[in-house]
């Protein structure tokens, strides 16, 4: 009888632990769906030569929202992001591009527009 016990004893050990394993390696499968966060964490460091000015964009108050790199692309993949989880909007690329500062420029009140030649 004691020897049926042991038996059932390490049976349930046995299960129990194999079921917790299962649970940890799901979670560590689980993939991690990009957020500002880990996009700032995977922006490259240049030197100012190798991508130009640096460009920005910020998010008006009281969000405050700032992100800045040498590289156009990161400053509309990390603003997205913020956008779509803070704000719950997807603007387009072209909307966020023209709302991208640059180094150098003048801010003007009206947006940039060309002029049609004539």
Do not use: W
């Amino acid at each position: 009888m004691v020897l049926r016990m042991l038996s059932a004893l390490v049976a349930i050990v046995f299960v129990v632990s194999t079921s917790a394993l299962a649970q940890d390696t799901k979670k560590t499968e689980k993939k991690e769906q990009p957020t500002e966060q880990t996009v700032q964490k995977t922006m490259k460091t240049e030197s100012p030569s190798e991508k130009g000015t640096l460009k920005s964009y910020n998010c008006p108050a009281p969000c405050n929202f700032k992100v800045q790199s040498r590289d156009e692309q990161e400053v509309v993949d990390a603003s997205a992001a913020h956008l779509k989880k803070h704000h719950n909007m997807t603007p387009s690329t072209a909307e966020i591009k023209g709302k991208i500062k640059v180094e150098g420029e003048k801010e003007t009140a009206e947006p940039k527009t060309e002029k049609p030649k004539q």
